[in-house]
């Protein structure tokens, strides 16, 4: 008898690790399709094959039309799938998680329900954003201040590097043509991030909603993920992009950032951060493939075996 944890899809060793993916694949205005084992997005241009296995997340932008069986694959791929559109992001995630441990899900639910954890692991995305701060005894409400400050600071920061007018952060709901060239990229930027921390949040067995910064919605870890790498990496991506040409923004800063990604070895780094951000220190994430019961005193014992006793 097979259980939830002994499914006949493909193991983890058979599956490409998370941190070696592409980071997104994007399409628009086609069908995706399954041909064997690789994706196929048909257009009035041809076919072109995608090996899902190696897909972080795919991007479905407007247009686009995806069958049963390209989503069945991409399940069993552990891929992301995240619909973008020009309303804004919308996820609808169609990966499992690449891991058959709970172990991090665990750690992250337990952090989450603790006061004190919560804002320890909150004052550690702060700092693996801004190295070098003392965050020590920082209430939420200073490390908030402290973001937007340094946030405002890099804004104005690629600004003056790449000779980009700026005049201030703005998004307008529905109507990314009405925003500037620097908001246009910046917008596209964070989007794509979405998209990749969605990807490994999902990968890792994590719970999307349980945040640690952001608060209130089904996506708040997957934010705080994407954050992570905001100043480091998208804001100076846009800004680059911007100071290009005016034309084709969004997908031009879609191919520059996940060039970046790749070169920087990012979702490797960003697995290992979510990692280090959960499990206590020195601790490794448990492998194999097991479900175990839950019994008194916090005792596991194994599955798949008639506990039945006479008391």
Known sequence: MSTAGRRKALTPSELT????RTSFVYLERCTV?????ALTAEDGEGTRHLPSA???TLLLGPGTRVTHKAMELLGESGAGVVWVGERGVRYYSGGRALTRSSALVEAQALAWANQRRRLEVARAMFSLRFPGEDTSGTSRRTLLGMEGDRVRR???REAERTGVAWYGRRYTQGRFELDDSPNQAITAASQ???????????ALGCSPGLGFVHSGHEQSFVLDIADLYKVEVAIPVAFEVA????????ARTRRALRDRIHEEQLLERCVEDVKGLLLPEGEEEPEGDRVD?????G???ESGQNMGVIW
């Open 33 to 37: 399709h399954r041909d064997s084992n």
């Open 299 to 301: 005792v596991t014992v």
């Open 154 to 156: 890099c804004y104005q």
């Open 192 to 202: 794509c991030f979405y998209g990749v921390a969605q990807s490994v949040v999902a």
């Open 293 to 297: 019961l839950l019994v008194d005193g």
């Open 54 to 56: 190696t897909i972080g």
């Open 243 to 250: 100071a290009e040409s005016p034309d084709d923004l969004g």
């Open 17 to 20: 690790r998370v941190g070696d």
